[in-house]
């Protein structure tokens, strides 16, 4: 166990001891933060922002490797047009967000283009709005989220 996680740890058996007299569920109010309890300087609250931070940095970092490897995946299928690349990744089911991120586009090219396409195909219509991870599965796989029936009835 690394530093943060044991000083994390000991803070929140320190609160739920001190603030929790008999029982988690009775630790403060459902609307109370954290923040709103201990001073600025309580070593417990600076475990506990130092723990979100660093899960923060880690999801970034993530979320940036699933970005390049969709990229990647694109290079591989050789497509070089970016409408053909906007077509393709929402026929994955990303939306319009999601795609502008990957390719590094403005919103409303990417908003233009797929209005375009589900104007010339109607079976297009959709809520897209998967992950880029569960995009990058499905891009490994062959699938895509309008033909599969589990991603086309999810919502998230």
């Known amino acids: 166990m690394d530093c943060i996680t044991r000083d994390l740890t000991a803070a929140l058996d320190s609160l739920s001891k001190r603030y929790n007299r008999s029982g988690i569920d009775e630790w403060g109010k459902s609307h109370e933060k954290l923040e709103d309890i201990l ?7 600076k475990a506990i922002k130092a723990f979100r931070r660093r899960i923060k940095i880690a999801e970034d970092s993530r979320e940036s490797r699933v970005i390049n490897d969709i990229r990647d995946e694109i290079g591989k299928r050789g497509i070089t047009d970016k409408g053909a690349q906007i077509d393709y990744l929402y026929s994955i089911g990303l939306g319009c967000t999601r795609i502008g991120k990957i390719l590094k586009l403005s919103h409303n090219t990417i908003a233009d283009r797929i209005l375009k396409l589900r104007k010339e195909n109607p079976s ?33």
């Open 124 to 156: 297009v219509q959709g809520k897209n709005s998967i992950h880029y991870i569960d995009a990058l599965v499905l891009m490994r796989n062959g699938m895509t989220g309008i033909d599969d029936k589990t991603f086309k009835s999810y919502q998230y």
């Open 39 to 45: 001073s600025p300087n309580d070593w417990r609250l």
